[in-house]
T-cell receptor, first 112, second 117 residues
Framework: DQQVKQNSPSLSVQEGRISILNCDYT??????FLWYKKYPAEGPTFLIS?????DKNEDGRFTVFLNKSAKHLSLHIVPSQPGDSAVYFC???????????FGQGTRLTINP | GAGVSQTPSNKVTEKGKYVELRCDPI?????LYWYRQSLGQGPEFLIY????????DSGLPNDRFFAVRPEGSVSTLKIQRTERGDSAVYLC???????????????FGEGSRLTVL
């Protein structure tokens, strides 16, 4: 039962263009969503988050959009840079719960 | 260092053996989590500690898995009678007040890669 799904295993984008990573969820009890970035042989690092009471959160080059009716969120990176090449995980948590439920990840490759 | 430290970074063992994985969280972080990441998957929750007590162990797959945090700092994940299916990267994370605080950010270690032959 995959409650958080990232249907694109990989994405390739040219440097300077926009990268859009997508994530779908099935559990309407999720109230907080996060994106993590992971380089090889390192642990995931927090990137950006959004509460379910918002539909957009922006931090520099990174913007997360939440569409609750569609149970869909997306991460936009603009402009994309070579250092953005990594695996990106979206994660969700239920109100009052401590555990995060992660998607399978999307490998983003930024081409020069 | 200032980050979450996990040892060993790599562990190769034989089926049926006992394994211990250690996590040293960021100083002052009261919340500690263990996750497991299998190849091609995202991290999967195992257990959460608030202080010394396991507040949520619902992710432990079976009774071969056990974790302790006796002094509210370092934690050890223990796996008995290891099976080939236990092979994965075991990630530890800590946070100041849990996922309900601030951004909900967890600070992850680099993980312990366990291979069961």
């Amino acid at each position: 039962d995959q409650q958080v799904k990232q249907n694109s295993p990989s994405l390739s984008v040219q440097e300077g263009r926009i990268s859009i990573l997508n994530c779908d969820y099935t559990n309407s009890m999720f109230d907080y969503f996060l994106w993590y970035k992971k380089y090889p042989a390192e642990g995931p690092t927090f990137l950006i988050s959004i509460s379910s009471i918002k539909d957009k959160n922006e931090d520099g080059r990174f913007t997360v959009f939440l569409n609750k009716s569609a149970k869909h969120l997306s991460l936009h990176i603009v402009p994309s840079q070579p250092g953005d090449s990594a695996v990106y995980f979206c994660a969700a948590r239920k109100q009052g719960a401590q555990k995060l439920v992660f998607g399978q990840g999307t490998r983003l490759t930024i081409n020069p | 260092g200032a980050g979450v430290s996990q040892t060993p970074s790599n562990k190769v063992t034989e089926k049926g053996k006992y394994v211990e994985l250690r996590c040293d969280p960021i100083s002052g972080h009261t919340a500690l989590y263990w996750y497991r990441q299998s190849l091609g998957q995202g991290p999967e929750f195992l257990i959460y500690f608030q202080g010394t007590g396991a507040a949520d162990d619902s992710g432990l797959p079976n009774d071969r898995f056990f974790a302790v945090r006796p002094e509210g700092s370092v934690s050890t994940l223990k796996i008995q009678r290891t099976e080939r299916g236990d092979s994965a990267v075991y990630l530890c994370a800590s946070s100041l007040g849990g996922v309900n605080a601030n951004t909900g950010e967890l600070f992850f270690g680099e993980g312990s890669r366990l291979t069961v032959l």
